[in-house]
C-alpha cells in the first residue's frame, strides 16, 4: 500500500529509461502503428486479470497468497495483460500497454512486489497479414476451412496453418529486432517453447549477455477465445510481455531490485538527464551517509555567461574535491540588473565508500572551491 501511495506514481527514472528506449525503437515515440496506453487503471476486475486471459480456475496466480485482491471481485493488475480484452473491445488493433504490477512475493535482491511490464498486442486482417496475388486473388485465408478437433503442437484448432506461421514471423521478427536494439545486435539470443494460458503457441526470448542466457519476455499467438470474448471476429494476433526492472537491472548493471526504489540521490542522479540510446553504468553508491554542502557566489563580471560559468564550476568543484563528490549540481541563478551583479548556487554532495565524514572535514573546502 506503500507504493500506491507514492507520490502521483511517478515511475522510477531508471525504469522509465529503458521504457522509453523500448518505445522509442520502432514504435516512435507518437507511435504511428502501436497506441500507447500508460494510463490504464491499476485496479483491474478479476474478470481482467484472469478470466478475460482463460487462467484456469485453480491457477496459482488466483490465489489470495499471490495477488494483491482490494474485495472479491477487483485486484491490482498482476500483469499488463489484463487490459487486453478492454482495449481490443475499444477498437485497437495494435496497442502497447505499459504500467505497474503488482504480485504477492518474498521480497529479495530479484523480487520486489511492485515492477513495471510492457504488454504489446497485435491484430491482423487477412488482407494484412497475408496480402493478395497480383491478380487480386486471396493468398490464404486466417481460419482453417475445416477446423481440427484436437489443437496441434504448432496452432490452434482454428486457425490455418499459413496464418498462424505467418504471424509468427511477423512476431518473431519485431521482438528480435527490439532485442537488438537493447543488446545490441552480437548478443546471441535463443528461442524457447513456453506455455502462457492466452496464447498457443508460445514462446520466451532469451539472450545471451553478460557470460548467460537472460529471459527477456513472453510471447505467442494469441488465443482466438480471447479475441472472440472482445467482439473481435476477422483478425488474429500476437501478443508479448516484458519485465523491465530486470532488463534495467542486467543494462544498467544494478544489483539490486530493492534499488529501483532508493530516494537516495546518489543513486537517482546516476539516471537523471541521460537519454534512452545513453550507455548508463550504474556506480555502486556508498552506504555512508552524504554530507551536503551549497555554494553560492558572485560571477566575476555579468559578461560572464551563466553556461560557461557552470562547466568551469562543475571542474573546480571536482577537482578540489576529488573522488569524495557524489554530486555538483546548479540550483540557482540570479541577475541583478540594477547593481550588474550575477550569482550562481550550486549543491555539492560528498560521499566516501570508506568511511562516514562530518561537515567540519569538508568546510575548508568551501573556500577553496
Ligand atoms: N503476462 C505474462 C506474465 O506476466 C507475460 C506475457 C506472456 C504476456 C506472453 C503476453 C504473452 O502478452 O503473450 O508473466
Known sequence: MDLMSREEFVDPEDVELLEKRCRGYRFGNRSPLFTICE????????????????????????????????NSDHCLRAHTSAHQHTLMQSGLDAFLVIGDVYRRDEVDRTHYPCFHQIEGVRLYSRDELLGKKSDGENVADLFAAKPDTERLPEKQETHSLDATKASEIQLKQFLESLCDELFGKEAEKRWV????PFTHPSYELEVFYNGQWLE???????????????????????AFGIGLERI???????????????????FLSQFVGKSPTDEVKYKQISAHPQ????????????????????????????????????QVKLTDEF?????????????????????????EEK???????
Not at 193 to 196: C, E, I, K, W
Not at 216 to 238: R, Y
Open 335 to 359: 541577475e541583478n540588473k540594477k547593481k550588474g551583479k550575477k550569482s550562481q548556487t550550486y549543491r555539492i554532495v560528498y560521499r566516501s565508500h570508506e568511511k562516514a565524514l562530518t561537515k
Open 193 to 196: 517453447d513456453a506455455y502462457f
Open 39 to 70: 494510463s490504464e487503471p491499476r485496479v483491474v476486475t478479476t474478470y481482467q486479470n484472469f478470466d478475460s486471459l482463460l487462467t484456469p480456475q485453480d491457477h496459482v496466480s488466483r490465489r489470495t497468497s499471490d495477488t494483491y485482491y482490494v
Open 248 to 266: 534495467a537491472m542486467v543494462l544498467y548493471g544494478i544489483p539490486d531490485i530493492r534499488l529501483f526504489w532508493s530516494k537516495d540521490t546518489g
Open 216 to 238: 527477456v519476455l513472453g510471447c505467442g499467438i494469441m488465443e482466438q477465445k480471447l479475441l472472440e470474448s472482445a467482439g473481435v471476429t476477422d483478425k488474429i494476433g500476437w
Open 291 to 326: 554530507v551536503i554542502f551549497d555554494l553560492s557566489f558572485f560571477l566575476p563580471t555579468t559578461s560572464v555567461q551563466f553556461n560557461d560559468m557552470t562547466s568551469d564550476v562543475y571542474d573546480t568543484i571536482r577537482n578540489v574535491g576529488g573522488e569524495l563528490v557524489e
Open 363 to 369: 568546510y575548508g573546502e568551501k573556500g577553496k572551491m
